[in-house]
Nanobody, 119 residues
Framework: QVQLVESGGGLVQPGGSLRLSCAAS????????MDWYRQAPGKQRELVAT???????NYADSVKGRFTISRDNAKNTVYLQMNSLKPEDTAVYYC?????????????WGQGTQVTVSS
């Protein structure tokens, strides 16, 4: 079992920055692919960024060049650095851990952290 706890959300003005953190409990953190998702009111949850075991990353077009995902396996933590924030980035942001083993698929979600971009 893996528990994920997000932190770092809050209210920020347009053009500002925030850094989200997601701390994972348990062992074998480095074996998981880590994602950040977000869900705005009335909209479907969307994938924002992914970082795989090797450290390679992928981003939604809407955040490319503004957001950076990173991981610290020694601290069992994944981060999302968000710069040049826009009102349309307002959403609840969720951390997600996934992996496939010989026993099946593991899939875990955090509780979410609210990000509000407003003047």
């Amino acid at each position: 079992q893996v528990q994920l706890v997000e932190s770092g959300g809050g209210l920020v003005q347009p053009g500002g920055s925030l850094r989200l953190s997601c701390a994972a409990s348990g062992s074998s953190f480095s074996t998981y692919v880590m994602d950040w998702y977000r869900q705005a009111p009335g909209k479907q949850r969307e994938l924002v960024a992914t970082i795989i075991r090797s450290g390679s990353t992928n981003y939604a077009d809407s955040v490319k060049g503004r957001f950076t995902i990173s991981r610290d396996n020694a601290k069992n933590t994944v981060y999302l650095q968000m710069n040049s924030l826009k009102p349309e980035d307002t959403a609840v942001y969720y951390c997600h851990a996934r992996r496939t083993t010989s026993y099946g698929n593991d899939d875990y979600w955090g509780q979410g952290t609210q990000v509000t971009v407003s003047s």
